[in-house]
């Protein structure tokens, strides 16, 4: 059997709001996050952090986290063998490689593989 996958760190933190554009601000305004006008969100090293239009689809829950881990595919297997449920799509990018589950609460979860260096 192959070592079990773990996560390796955070990758992102997503949330929604219903003013999305006034609370980038407020937080830049008030906690000096230099939110980025391209995506919306603020890199703290190699973890980013994004708000969201309260009407976004792309989570349906209020947050998401995005997790590191080292090898997609099998994080991704090892998910469904124990019965989780995993998107069948996988999204190849420049920044890496993404998967997406849910959690037993039904919060969307998004796996990372970052793009080698």
Do not use: C, H
Request: hydrophobic share 40%; aromatic share 14%.
């Amino acid at each position: 059997m192959s070592e079990k996958q773990k996560i390796t760190g955070i990758g992102g933190v997503f949330f929604k709001a219903e003013d999305a554009d006034a609370l980038r601000r407020w937080y830049g305004d008030n906690l000096g996050i230099d939110v980025d006008p391209n995506y919306g969100g603020a890199q703290f090293g190699d973890t980013v952090w994004t708000i969201f239009k309260g009407t976004s689809t792309y989570f349906a829950k209020p947050f998401m986290i995005n997790y590191r881990v080292a090898d997609l595919d099998a994080m991704l297997a090892q998910l469904r063998a124990a019965g989780g449920e995993v998107g069948e799509k996988i999204e190849d990018t420049p920044y890496g490689r993404f998967g997406w589950a849910v959690d037993p609460e039904g919060n969307r979860i998004e796996l990372w593989e970052p793009a080698k260096s």
